[in-house]
C-alpha cells in the first residue's frame, strides 16, 4: 500500500491525514486565509509537521454554488505555492483540480498526486493523469458544483456511487493508469442530501472489497451543520468523529483542515488495531 508520488512515498498500510490547503479567495471552509503563497508555504509545513502525511492544493473553490475558475487563474494560483513547497517539504503535494492542463503544469512542478473531485471527467483529463504517471483520486460527484445540490435522488447511494467509481476506475486503467495508482473517494457533500451522506458513511465498507484504498473528506462539512447547528468554527468534534468511524470501516486517507487533531485522533485508531494484532 505504498504509492510513489512523483518521487515522493504515501505509506497507506497506514490510515493518515491529508492536509488541505485552499489558496482561493472564497473557499467554502477556510477561503481567503492562505490566499498569498508566502502564508500558503507556511501553513503547509505546519501541517506537516502536525502529521499530514500529503498536502492538498487546490485553487479553485468546489463548495456548492461555486463559479468556475479558468484555467489561467488556477495555475497562477497553485504553481507558485507548488514550486515553493517541493524542495522543502518532505510529504507529498497533491493537486485538486478538474483540469488537465493545471494536472500537468501542477505535477511538472512537482505534485505527486491528482485529486479530482470530477473522477478525471472533463475532456482530455484522463489521458493528462495517465502522462502524468503519479497517482490518482477518483471522488463521486452527483451534478456540478453549481447545481449539485438541487434534490439529488439515489435509489441506493452506496451502490451506485461504488458502480460510478468502479466504472472511472476501469475507464482509467483502461487509458494507462494501473490498478496500483487509483483511489477512490465516495464525495460527501456533492450531490447528497444529509441521509445520503449518512448512508454513505454507514455503508463504507462496501468499498473495501475493492483494490483501490479509499479517501474520505467530512471535515467541517455541512452534513454537520445542518444535523446539529453549528458554523463552520464550531464543527471539529463532530469532524473527528466523523474521521473515526471512517477509518474503523476501512478509509486509508482522511482529508481534513486540522490536522494535528485528526492525526490525534487516527493515531488512537491505529494503536487500537495494533493491540488487536499482537
Ligand atoms: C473533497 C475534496 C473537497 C472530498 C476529495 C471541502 C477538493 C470541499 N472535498 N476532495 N475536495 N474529497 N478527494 O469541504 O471530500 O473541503 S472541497
Same mark, same amino acid.
Given at each position: 500500500?505504498?504509492?510513489?508520488?512523483?518521487? #515522493?512515498?504515501?505509506?497507506?498500510? &497506514?490510515?493518515?491525514?491529508?492536509?488541505?490547503?485552499?489558496?482561493?479567495?472564497?473557499?467554502?471552509?477556510?477561503?481567503?486565509?492562505?490566499?498569498?503563497?508566502? #502564508?500558503?508555504?507556511?501553513?503547509?509545513?505546519?501541517?506537516?509537521?502536525? !502529521?499530514?502525511?500529503?498536502?492538498?492544493?487546490?485553487?479553485?473553490?468546489?463548495?456548492?454554488?461555486?463559479?468556475?475558475?479558468?484555467?489561467?487563474?488556477?495555475?497562477?494560483?497553485?504553481?507558485?505555492?507548488?514550486?515553493?513547497?517541493?524542495? &522543502?517539504?518532505?510529504?507529498?503535494?497533491?493537486?485538486?483540480?478538474?483540469?488537465?492542463?493545471?494536472?500537468?503544469?501542477?505535477?511538472?512542478? !512537482?505534485?505527486?498526486?491528482?485529486?479530482?473531485?470530477?473522477?478525471?471527467?472533463?475532456? !482530455?483529463?484522463?489521458?493528462?493523469?495517465?502522462?502524468?504517471?503519479?497517482?490518482?483520486?477518483?471522488?463521486?460527484?452527483?451534478?456540478?458544483?453549481?447545481?449539485?445540490?438541487?434534490?439529488?435522488?439515489?435509489?441506493?447511494?452506496?451502490?451506485?456511487? &461504488?458502480?460510478?467509481?468502479?466504472?472511472? *476506475? *476501469?475507464?482509467?486503467?483502461?487509458?494507462?493508469?494501473?490498478?496500483?495508482?487509483?483511489?477512490?473517494?465516495?464525495?460527501?457533500?456533492?450531490? #447528497?442530501?444529509?441521509?445520503?451522506?449518512?448512508?454513505?458513511?454507514?455503508?463504507?465498507?462496501?468499498?473495501?472489497?475493492?483494490?483501490?484504498?479509499?479517501?474520505?473528506?467530512?471535515?467541517?462539512?455541512?452534513?454537520?451543520?445542518?444535523?446539529?447547528?453549528?458554523?463552520?468554527?464550531?464543527?471539529?468534534?463532530?469532524?473527528?468523529?466523523?474521521?473515526?468511524?471512517?477509518?474503523?470501516? !476501512?478509509?486509508?486517507?482522511?482529508?481534513?483542515?486540522?490536522? *494535528?487533531?485528526?492525526?490525534?485522533?487516527?493515531?488512537?485508531?491505529?494503536?487500537? #488495531?495494533?493491540?488487536?494484532?499482537?
Amino acid at each position: 500500500m505504498q504509492f510513489d508520488c512523483n518521487g #515522493k512515498i504515501l505509506d497507506l498500510s &497506514r490510515p493518515q491525514v491529508m492536509g488541505v490547503l485552499n489558496v482561493t479567495p472564497d473557499s467554502f471552509s477556510d477561503g481567503g486565509d492562505f490566499f498569498s503563497p508566502e #502564508k500558503a508555504v507556511a501553513r503547509a509545513l505546519e501541517m506537516e509537521a502536525q !502529521g499530514a502525511a500529503i498536502i492538498d492544493i487546490g485553487g479553485e473553490s468546489t463548495r456548492p454554488g461555486a463559479e468556475a475558475v479558468s484555467v489561467g487563474d488556477e495555475l497562477e494560483r497553485v504553481v507558485p505555492v507548488i514550486e515553493a513547497l517541493q524542495l &522543502r517539504l518532505s510529504v507529498p503535494i497533491s493537486i485538486d483540480t478538474q483540469k488537465p492542463e493545471v494536472m500537468r503544469a501542477a505535477v511538472a512542478a !512537482g505534485a505527486g498526486l491528482i485529486n479530482d473531485v470530477n473522477a478525471l471527467r472533463a475532456d !482530455g483529463a484522463v489521458e493528462a493523469a495517465a502522462e502524468c504517471a503519479v497517482p490518482v483520486c477518483l471522488m463521486h460527484m452527483r451534478g456540478d458544483p453549481r447545481t449539485m445540490q438541487a434534490d439529488p435522488r439515489y435509489d441506493d447511494v452506496v451502490t451506485e456511487v &461504488r458502480d460510478f467509481l468502479l466504472e472511472r *476506475a *476501469a475507464v482509467c486503467e483502461r487509458a494507462g493508469v494501473p490498478a496500483s495508482r487509483i483511489m477512490l473517494d465516495p464525495g460527501f457533500g456533492f450531490g #447528497k442530501t444529509v441521509e445520503q451522506n449518512l448512508a454513505l458513511l454507514a455503508g463504507l465498507e462496501r468499498f473495501s472489497d475493492t483494490p483501490y484504498p479509499v479517501l474520505v473528506g467530512l471535515s467541517r462539512k455541512s452534513m454537520i451543520g445542518r444535523l446539529l447547528g453549528l458554523d463552520l468554527s464550531e464543527r471539529l468534534p463532530a469532524s473527528l468523529a466523523l474521521a473515526v468511524m471512517s477509518v474503523e470501516r !476501512g478509509a486509508r486517507l482522511v482529508r481534513a483542515h486540522d490536522v *494535528a487533531a485528526t492525526w490525534q485522533a487516527l493515531q488512537m485508531c491505529i494503536a487500537v #488495531k495494533e493491540a488487536v494484532k499482537e
